[in-house]
C-alpha cells in the first residue's frame, strides 16, 4: 500500500484536482450512459403498453358491441 | 453527358443570376470583416491572410450546396436523372463541377483582389489563388456527398455543414498552409501536389458516393 | 455441429442471444474495473517525471483507444448493413455512435486535465487531440444525421454513408493535422515521450481498457435490445413478449 494515509491518497500528490476531477468525470459519464440507456427502454416499454392497452380496448368494444 | 448537365445548370445559374452574387458577395463581407475585428494592424493580417480567405471561401461553398439538388428534387427532375439510363455519377460530376463553375470560380477570380486588401505579396498572391483552384472543386465534390444525404431534411443546411465540415479539414489545412510555406520560402509545392492529389481522389470517388447517397434519399 | 451463424442475424433471435450474454459482460466489465483502479491506483509505483498526475493514463489512454476502435466497427457494421441491407447490423450500427462519442468525449476531457499540469495548458494544438476533437464532430454529424431522418431504413443507410466516409477520412484527417501541427510550431510539445512504462503500469492500463471493451459491449448490447424493440414494435414476438412482460 503506497499511500501513507487516506489523505495524502485525495491529494494524489498535490495533483488531486486533476486526476480526481477526470475520474469523476469519468464515473459521471459511465452512469449518465447507463441511466440514459435504461430510461430509453423504460420510457419505449411504458409506450408500448400503451398502445396494448388501447388494441385491447378496442377489441373488447367490437366484441361486446 | 456530365457537359449537357453542366451546361444546364450553368443555364439555371445564368438566369437566376443572384444565386451567383449571394454567394460571391458572403465571401466579400467575410473577408473583409476580419480587419475590423482584429485591428488594422498589417504584418497580424498579413500572417492571417490564407487562413481568413480559405475558411471564408469553405462557408461560402458550404452556404449553397443546399441548392445544388433541392431545386431539382422539388420539381421531380431528380427523379428522372436518376431513372435515365445515364449513369448516375456522370450526372453527379456534371451538377458539382456546375455548382463548382457557380460558386468556386468566383471565389478564385475574387481572392487575389481580397488579397491585397491583406496586403499579401505578389507570389504568396499566386499561391494562394493556385491553392483556392485546386481546393474549391474538393469542396464542391465532397459537399454533394453532404447535400445528397440531407435531401429534403428539415434543417438540411445545418445539417449539411455538421457532415461536411471535418471532411473539408485536410484541404482547409493544405490550402492556407501552401501560401504559408510559401511565404516562409519553402516553396508551396508539396501543399499544392497534395491538394491536387485531393482533386484527383475526389473527383474519382466522390460522384459515386454521391450517386449511393442520391439513391438511398430518393427511395 | 455447423453453428447456423445466421440464425442470430434476425432481431427475434438476437434479441435473446443478447439477452443472454449482457450479464456476462457487465460482470466482467465490473471486475476488470475493479481490478484495473485497484492496480492503477495501490499498485503502480509514483512515476519519478509526473509524480502522481500520471494516473490519469488509466482512464485516458483506453478510453482514446474505444474511441478509435468504436468508429471503425460502427463503420464497419454500418458496411455490412448497407451492403447486405440486413436490418439488425445497421441496429448494432446506430447503437455503437452514443458510446463511441462518450468515450471520445472523455478521452478529450482527461486528456485535457491531464495536460494542465503537464503542459501547463488546458488545451494544446497537437496532432493526436486535434485528430480526437474531428472524431468527435464525426460522431455527431453521424448521430444528428440519423436523428433528423425518421425512416428508419433511410436513416440507416443514410448514416452508413457518412461512416464510411468518415473512415476513409480518419487517416487523411490524421496526417494532415499532423503535417500541419509540426510545421507551425515544430513539435516543441512531444506527446510522445510518454512515462517509462513501468510493468505494473502497463497492465493497469491494459486491464483497464479490456474493462472499458466489456463495458462498452455491454451497453452497446442493451442499446441494440432497446432499438429491435423499437423497430419490431408491430411484429408478433414483440407483442407477445410484451405481453409476457406484463
Known amino acids: 500500500m503506497i499511500w501513507a494515509s487516506w489523505s495524502d491518497f485525495f491529494s494524489m500528490g498535490g495533483y488531486g484536482f486533476y486526476v480526481w476531477g477526470s475520474y469523476l468525470v469519468s464515473v459521471a459519464c459511465i452512469a449518465g450512459e447507463i441511466a440514459l440507456v435504461f430510461n430509453r427502454k423504460r420510457t419505449l416499454l411504458k409506450h408500448l403498453s400503451l398502445i396494448h392497452e388501447s388494441t385491447k380496448q378496442e377489441k373488447r368494444d367490437e366484441t361486446t358491441s | 453527358m456530365s457537359l449537357w448537365v453542366i451546361q444546364r445548370d450553368l443555364l439555371l445559374a445564368m438566369r437566376r443570376r443572384s444565386d451567383v452574387l449571394t454567394t460571391l458577395f458572403f465571401f466579400i463581407i467575410v473577408v473583409s470583416l476580419f480587419p475590423l475585428g482584429v485591428g488594422p494592424e498589417i504584418n497580424i493580417l498579413r500572417t492571417m491572410a490564407p487562413g481568413v480567405v480559405w475558411v471564408a471561401a469553405l462557408l461560402a461553398s458550404m452556404l449553397s450546396l443546399g441548392r445544388m439538388f433541392s431545386s431539382d428534387y422539388l420539381d421531380g427532375t431528380l427523379e428522372q436523372m436518376l431513372l435515365s439510363p445515364q449513369s448516375l455519377s456522370m450526372l453527379v460530376l456534371g451538377k458539382a463541377l456546375a455548382h463548382w463553375l457557380v460558386t468556386g470560380v468566383p471565389l478564385v477570380l475574387m481572392s487575389p483582389v481580397l488579397g491585397i486588401q491583406y496586403d499579401l505579396s505578389a507570389d504568396a498572391l499566386l499561391v494562394l489563388t493556385a491553392s483556392l483552384l485546386l481546393g474549391t472543386p474538393v469542396l464542391s465534390l465532397i459537399g454533394a456527398i453532404g447535400a445528397a444525404l440531407t435531401l429534403g431534411l428539415r434543417g438540411g443546411g445545418v445539417l449539411v455543414s455538421l457532415l461536411v465540415l471535418p471532411l473539408y479539414i485536410p484541404i482547409l489545412i493544405f490550402g492556407a498552409g501552401a501560401v504559408e510555406a510559401s511565404a516562409a520560402g519553402l516553396g508551396a509545392g508539396a501543399h499544392l501536389s497534395l491538394l491536387g492529389a485531393f482533386l484527383l481522389a475526389s473527383l474519382v470517388l466522390a460522384p459515386w458516393a454521391t450517386a449511393v447517397s442520391l439513391r438511398i434519399s430518393m427511395e | ?246
Not at chain 3, 108 to 122: E, F, I, R, S, V
Not at chain 3, 170 to 195: D, E, R
Not at chain 3, 210 to 219: F, G, L, N, R
Request: with cysteine; aromatic share 16%; proline share 4%.
Open chain 3, 1 to 246: 455441429m455447423a453453428i447456423n451463424w445466421f440464425k442470430y442475424s434476425s432481431p427475434a433471435s438476437f434479441y435473446f442471444l443478447a439477452g443472454k450474454m449482457i450479464p456476462l459482460f457487465t460482470i466482467a466489465a465490473i471486475i476488470l474495473f475493479a481490478v484495473g483502479l485497484y492496480i492503477g491506483f495501490f499498485v503502480a509505483p509514483t512515476d519519478f517525471q509526473q509524480g502522481e498526475a500520471y494516473r490519469i493514463i488509466f482512464i485516458h489512454v483506453p478510453a482514446a483507444w474505444m474511441s478509435m476502435f468504436l468508429y471503425v466497427i460502427m463503420a464497419i457494421w454500418a458496411g455490412i448493413g448497407l451492403a447486405f441491407n440486413t436490418r439488425l447490423s445497421s441496429m448494432m450500427a446506430t447503437a455503437i455512435a452514443p458510446t463511441g462519442a462518450m468515450f471520445t468525449f472523455l478521452a478529450l476531457w482527461t486528456g485535457a486535465l491531464w495536460g494542465k499540469p503537464m503542459w501547463g495548458t488546458w488545451w494544446v494544438w497537437d496532432a493526436r487531440l486535434t485528430s480526437e476533437l474531428i472524431l468527435l464532430f464525426l460522431y455527431i454529424g453521424f448521430m444528428s444525421l440519423q436523428a433528423a431522418i425518421d425512416d428508419p431504413r433511410r436513416a440507416d443507410k443514410a448514416g452508413a454513408v457518412i461512416a464510411l466516409v468518415g473512415v476513409v477520412n480518419i487517416p487523411i484527417i490524421y496526417f494532415s493535422v499532423k503535417w500541419w501541427n509540426t510545421l507551425h510550431q515544430g513539435a516543441t510539445v512531444s506527446v510522445t515521450q510518454s512515462p517509462k512504462m513501468a510493468a505494473t503500469m502497463l497492465t493497469g492500463m491494459l486491464i483497464m481498457s479490456i474493462a472499458c471493451w466489456m463495458y462498452a459491449i455491454a451497453v452497446i448490447l442493451i442499446r441494440t435490445r432497446t432499438i429491435i424493440l423499437e423497430r419490431e414494435r408491430h411484429t408478433a414476438w414483440v407483442g407477445e413478449l410484451r405481453g409476457m412482460a406484463q
